[in-house]
């Protein structure tokens, strides 16, 4: 494991590892222009599938990144709950540290980091939340502790102990025993409308190929190769 590694010294002061030495050549796979599905939509199916098909833990898992008024930015792994035409969902605590900073920078980049493929997806795009009926249909899909969790928890919001958690999920437990439980007004989701749509496949010598769909005024869209 690297963290049984010695520390090593730079200008004097030690450092907890040495990394430098951490490297992988990617050899899987390549991309090239005549793979690509016409729209990014379908070829986020096509990885999707795959990484869906080998059992990779979590596939629909994506970094999230967004960024206050003030242009500070933040980022954590949330799950991709929707995708069509319109662009990639996820739900969440509307009054979340994500959701108030999209509420006043709607714009946001996603990242699906597929390692074990030695892929990633980057998004780009404008954010909107979803129709309160889209909300309503997806929370009452969720398991039943799930659906009480989002009432239980003002996400990061600074909290006592865990003690006040599984408190205030016992007495929801009670409240909605035998009955629905109703969508909190603070949850929904959240539509990422995307402008522009990386796929990126590892190579060998850093020499990877980046392949991204730019999207025009007209809604078409225009492929381009990034350098790696």
Avoid: C
Wanted: hydrophobic share 35%.
């Amino acid at each position: 494991m690297i963290f049984d590694r010695a520390p090593v010294r730079t200008q004097g002061r030690p450092t907890l590892m040495s990394l430098a030495d951490l490297r992988k050549d990617y050899t899987l796979a390549g991309l090239t222009e005549k793979d690509l599905a016409r729209d990014p939509f379908r070829q986020f199916e096509k990885w999707f599938q795959e990484a869906e098909a080998s059992k990779l833990v979590e596939p629909n898992a994506m970094v999230l990144a967004t960024a206050n008024r003030e242009g500070r930015p933040s980022a954590r792994t949330v799950l991709l709950k929707g995708v069509d035409g319109r662009g990639f969902v996820f739900y969440t605590n509307y009054e979340s540290r994500k959701g108030r900073e999209l509420d006043g920078n709607p714009r946001a980049s996603l990242v699906f980091p597929w390692f074990p493929f030695e892929r990633q997806v980057i998004i780009e795009g404008a954010v909107a939340k979803v129709s309160r009926e889209e909300a309503e249909a997806y929370f009452h899909s969720r398991p039943l502790p799930s659906q009480l969790a989002a009432w239980a928890s003002a996400q990061s919001s600074i909290i006592t102990g865990r003690k006040a958690l599984e408190e205030a999920m016992k007495e929801l437990e009670k409240k909605y025993a035998g009955q629905p439980v109703p969508l909190p007004p603070q949850w929904g989701g959240f539509r990422v409308n995307p402008e522009t749509v990386e796929f990126w496949q590892g190579r060998r010598s850093r020499l990877h190929d980046r392949l991204r769909y730019r999207r025009a005024a007209d809604g078409s869209w225009t492929i381009e190769r990034l350098s790696p």
